[in-house]
């Protein structure tokens, strides 16, 4: 069992940057994949980041690739999610995802979620 929390999310200026993290805890959280997903009013959940186990491979979605940043600390058990020039197309409630099966964009792939946290990106 694996649970999350996400936290840092908020009301930024378009342009400007956030950090969400995303605390982990069980036994064997630092053995999961990591990643970050995002649900704006009306549309589904997609897909913004992941990373493996190790922090050794990440992989974006095209829609935030140059602008967001996923790292992992395992000694903190912590995944964040930097996120610079953010656009109002940004704004959703932001998801963390902990899998075990390989891959990484789809929903169904991950095993265990956060309650999410909401970023609202103003023009």
């Known amino acids: 069992q694996v649970q999350l929390v996400e936290s840092g999310g908020g009301l930024v200026q378009a342009g400007g940057s956030l950090r969400l993290s995303c605390g982990a805890s069980g036994h064997t959280a630092s053995s999961y994949g990591l990643g970050w997903f995002r649900q704006a009013p009306g549309k589904e959940r997609e897909f913004v980041a992941g990373i493996s186990w190790s922090g050794a491979s990440t992989y974006y979605a095209d829609s935030v690739k140059g602008r967001f940043t996923i790292s992992r600390d395992n000694a903190k058990n912590t995944v964040y999610l930097h996120m610079n020039s953010l656009k109002p197309e940004d704004t959703a409630v932001y998801y963390c995802?902990?899998?075990?099966?390989?891959?990484?964009?789809?929903?169904?792939?991950?095993?265990?979620w956060g309650q999410g946290t909401r970023v609202t990106v103003s023009s």
């Open positions: 995802a902990a899998r075990k099966s390989s891959g990484w964009a789809a929903p169904s792939l991950y095993d265990y």
